[in-house]
């Protein structure tokens, strides 16, 4: 069974560095065709896909946070890595962690709530 868990600060403040990790256990992060994507839901909003990470370690990003937004992944640890820079309040949100694949987006960690505020 494959299970995700989402890491990290629970708050930051405005202007600086967002940074999750996500850890993958009982499977791999660079089995095939699988992407492993961050999807966050800020308060009274629908969900939003900010990116993924391909089995073959090729990031692919929301273009709406293209230019602020990073996605690597160390294979050693299991693990996925979102880097989101500048933040201002309106990133405050639940960020998930999702295996995609050909079965859809089975596969999702519970979620951390991320605030930006001062």
């Known amino acids: 069974q494959v299970q995700l868990r989402e890491s990290g600060p629970g708050l930051v403040k405005p202007s600086q560095a967002l940074t999750l990790a996500c850890t993958v256990s009982g499977g791999s992060i660079t089995t095939g065709y699988y992407y492993w994507s961050w999807i966050r839901q800020s308060p009274g909003k629908g969900l939003e896909w900010i990116g993924n990470i391909a089995y073959s370690g090729i990031p692919v990003y929301n273009p709406s946070l293209k230019s602020r937004a990073s996605i690597s992944r160390d294979t050693s640890k299991s693990q996925f890595t979102l880097r989101l820079n500048s933040v201002t309040p309106e990133d405050t949100a639940v960020y998930y962690c999702?295996?995609?694949?050909?079965?859809?987006?089975?596969?999702w960690g519970k979620g951390t709530l991320v605030t930006v505020s001062s």
């Open positions: 999702v295996r995609d694949g050909r079965d859809g987006m089975n596969y």
